[in-house]
């Protein structure tokens, strides 16, 4: 299994833009899939972005498509997100998620698909 801390997030203004990263321990990063959910005040968390093995695989929210981009640097065991453009409805804890031995993104908007979670870092974005 991997363990995963989130960083990056913070207050920013509508229309800016952030740049999150997960970091993965472990030497099997590059056989794990990894996703974004977020969650906000008395929502339920939801699914923001994954992203295949070797990264040239991507899914996205509908919510976020064309605003926000994941990639991944496997020789420094990391997952991105940058999100650009950013919206008062963006606010959130952002999580990241890992899944080992699966290929397939079919499933990645489902929060049981995934095994592993991060603590979450806080994204606010003011009006």
């Known amino acids: 299994q991997v363990q995963l801390v989130e960083s990056g997030g913070g207050l920013v203004q509508a229309g800016g833009s952030l740049r999150l990263s997960c970091a993965a321990s472990g030497r099997t990063f590059s056989t794990y899939i990894m996703g974004w959910f977020r969650q906000a005040p008395g929502k339920e968390r939801e699914f923001v972005a994954a992203i295949s093995r070797s990264g040239i695989s991507t899914s996205y929210a509908d919510s976020v498509k064309g605003r926000f981009t994941a990639f991944r640097d496997n020789a420094k065991n990391t997952v991105y997100l940058q999100m650009n453009s950013l919206e008062p409805e963006d606010t959130a804890v952002y999580y990241c998620?890992?899944?080992?031995?699966?290929?397939?993104?079919?499933?990645?908007?489902?929060?049981?698909?995934?095994?592993?979670w991060g603590q979450g870092t806080q994204v606010t974005v003011s009006s």
């Open positions: 998620a890992a899944r080992a031995e699966t290929a397939t993104l079919d499933r990645a908007y489902d929060y049981d698909y995934w095994g592993q």
